[in-house]
């Protein structure tokens, strides 16, 4: 069976600092993964996925299939960042998802 | 605002009571998720449609929950005989096939059961 590990639930880092939001999966097959994030009151939404190779608001995330993890990443936080992240491994064709219990990240001013 | 849409956005029910949640998908969505989320929680899978045929069903969904989607446009869920155990965020989302695996959630419906 599929899982994803988010060990840290949050994540306080000060504007300006690099952030890293850590994420394992243990997977069967060739993994497809995704981060989503939450936005206060706002609905989850899709944030990368590994295939695009794409950084999307300065965030970053590089599938490593030796340590099986996901990490997003972003060089220099800001406080619009302050979120919910989840991350995300495809189940299968059909669009469903695992998700992670997600990290909360608070960026001080 | 053409994204996916729950109603009702909270709802209280005694246990033992039955609700029903409604979520209309983006036009021209042939696929419709709900999951369930609880605190501290990720978001779990329930079920699944392809149009009109439901094609999954996760263990957490008993048989106290039914969901259609009978026109495949908009789906109901509902929960029979509540318990104070089913108080979560029911979530929907949908997508379109060949999309890319891009789904697009609604901003969910909390169910608190006293």
């Known amino acids: 069976a599929q899982r994803v590990t988010q060990p840290e639930k949050l994540l306080s880092v000060f504007k300006g600092a690099p952030v890293e939001l850590k994420c394992n999966y243990s997977y069967s097959g060739s993994p497809e993964l995704f981060w989503y994030v939450q936005y206060s009151r706002q609905r989850l939404q899709l944030l990368l996925r590994h295939i695009s190779r794409e950084s999307i608001k300065g965030f970053t995330a590089d599938l490593n299939k030796g340590e099986t993890s996901f990490h997003l990443k972003k060089p220099f936080a800001q406080e619009e960042d302050s979120a919910m992240y989840y991350c995300?491994?495809?189940?299968?064709?059909?669009?469903?998802?695992?998700f992670g219990s997600g990290t909360k990240l608070n960026v001080k001013p | 605002d053409t994204g996916v849409s729950q109603d009702p956005r909270h709802k209280i029910t005694k246990r033992g009571q039955n609700v029903t949640f409604r979520c209309d998908p983006i036009?021209?969505?042939?696929?419709l998720y709900w999951y369930r989320q609880t605190l501290g929680q990720g978001p779990e899978f329930l079920t699944y449609f392809q149009n009109e045929a439901q094609l999954e069903k996760s263990r957490l969904l008993s048989d106290r929950f039914s969901a259609e989607r009978p026109k495949g446009s908009f789906s109901t869920l509902e929960i029979q005989r509540t318990e104070q155990g089913d108080s979560a965020m029911y979530l929907c989302?949908?997508?379109?096939?060949?999309?890319?695996?891009?789904?697009?959630f609604g901003e969910g419906s909390w169910l608190t059961v006293v």
């Open positions: 989302a949908s997508s379109r096939s060949n999309s890319g695996n891009t789904i697009y």
């Open positions: 995300a491994p495809l189940r299968d064709n059909f669009n469903k998802f695992y």
């Open positions: 036009s021209e969505h042939n696929r």
